[in-house]
């Protein structure tokens, strides 16, 4: 029962994301990967991400009132300077390859290694203890870059079904 209201304390109710920027080459393959997902259950067409939703989450958190929206979005502007710093002007180009799941309720796409997977994990961790050191509470997992394309818990019907 603690474990319970621990989690219900910390559900995760906003997120940190870099937006897909490329819409045309990611967009399209995840877009016919939904579609081959739902031609083998229609079901499922409830539970997909829509193409222009599409994004790398960098963390979640919980904000609980408008005195801690106000201070992650302090947190948010705050993190630009040292963002700059780290990108030094370049852009982040990310690849991705391959299918995975989180607890067969979370489907999405991998992030490819190549040099900017260490860069955005760099800006990641700095954003995350920016957040931090301003006192909001910020999931304690390691940082798995990966873009979503399908959520079991838009449909709590489906969730229990498939």
Known sequence: ERKKKKKKQY??????????TNPKVITGSVQAL??????KDQRLSKV??????LHVTMFVMHLSSEEEISIAVGALSDSKDFVQDILKGKTVDLSFQGIDHFKNE???VKLAENDH???LTE????VKKIFQEKGILTEGR???PHLTFMKLSKSMQLRKQV
């Open 117 to 119: 997977t260490a860069l």
């Open 123 to 126: 800006i990641a961790e700095t």
């Open 106 to 108: 979370v489907g999405f």
């Open 11 to 20: 559900r995760p109710n906003y997120f940190i994301s870099l937006p897909i």
């Open 34 to 39: 939904q579609d081959a997902i739902i031609q």
């Open 142 to 144: 390691a940082f798995k």
């Open 48 to 53: 997909m991400v829509r193409p222009g939703s």
